[in-house]
């Protein structure tokens, strides 16, 4: 079974600062997906990033980035020049290929302060 | 909001109460699923349903009882709870189980048990 780990229960960050945020996890797959999904107080879990496993290339969505080393078998993100909307949970999943359903971590909760 | 709403967004519950949770999905899409999240845990997925199949059920106990009439509306009836249920149920949607990687989720409901 997988496992996804996400070690800093707790971070925060200067506004305009960068931040990077931890996941390690664990598979016997060869090829799978990576997420980071952004829950704000009181709103909608969201996905930010995606990573798939065959791509060596590190996926970027505007401010938000990932590197990604597939034989350390992490996956962190890292938030640049950070806003006061970015106070979210952030959880990292991981999930199959050929499978149907999503593992998640327990989750990090980054504050930004102004 | 996104397209999946859920109501109500907060519910106290006796442990002898009968209620249910409702999920809605606007996005047309084939698949639902209804999560469990605690405080400091990854969320736990309970039940999945594809095309108003249930084709997951994750050792659920049988005081959780969903239902899916059609693909876009998803309940879970409630019975007889223990306050360790207290938690926040989320509801998610994806395209179909194929694409389960990409979920869009409902804000949850924060439900508090007596």
């Known amino acids: 079974a997988q496992t996804v780990t996400q070690s800093q229960p707790e971070m925060s960050v200067q506004e305009a600062e960068t931040v990077t945020l931890s996941c390690t996890y664990d598979?016997?797959?060869?090829?799978?997906?990576l997420f980071w999904y952004k829950q704000p107080p009181s709103r909608q879990m969201i996905l930010v990033i995606r990573?798939?496993?065959?791509?060596?290339q590190n996926a970027t969505e505007n401010r938000f980035s990932v590197n990604f080393q597939k034989a350390a078998k992490s996956f962190s993100l890292k938030i640049s020049d950070s806003q006061l909307g970015d106070t979210a949970m952030y959880f990292c999943a991981f999930g199959e290929t050929s499978g149907s359903r999503l593992t998640f971590g327990e989750g990090t909760q980054l504050t930004v302060n102004p | 909001e996104t397209g999946v709403t859920q109501t109500p967004r907060h519910l106290v519950m006796g442990m002898t109460n009968k209620k249910s949770l409702k999920c809605e999905q606007h996005l047309g899409h084939n698949a639902m699923y209804w999560y469990k999240q605690s405080a400091k845990k990854p969320l736990e997925l309970m039940f999945v349903y594809s095309l108003e199949e249930r084709v997951e059920n994750n050792s659920v106990p049988s005081r959780f009882s969903p239902e899916c009439p059609n693909s876009s509306h998803l309940f879970l009836h409630l019975h007889t709870l223990q306050p360790e249920d207290s938690a926040l149920y989320l509801c998610?949607?994806?395209?179909?189980?194929?694409?389960?990687?990409?979920?869009?989720f409902g804000p949850g409901t924060r439900l508090t048990v007596t």
């Open positions: 598979t016997s797959e060869n090829n799978y997906y």
């Open positions: 990573q798939e496993a065959y791509k060596q």
């Open positions: 998610a949607s994806s395209q179909d189980r194929a694409h389960y990687y990409e979920q869009y």
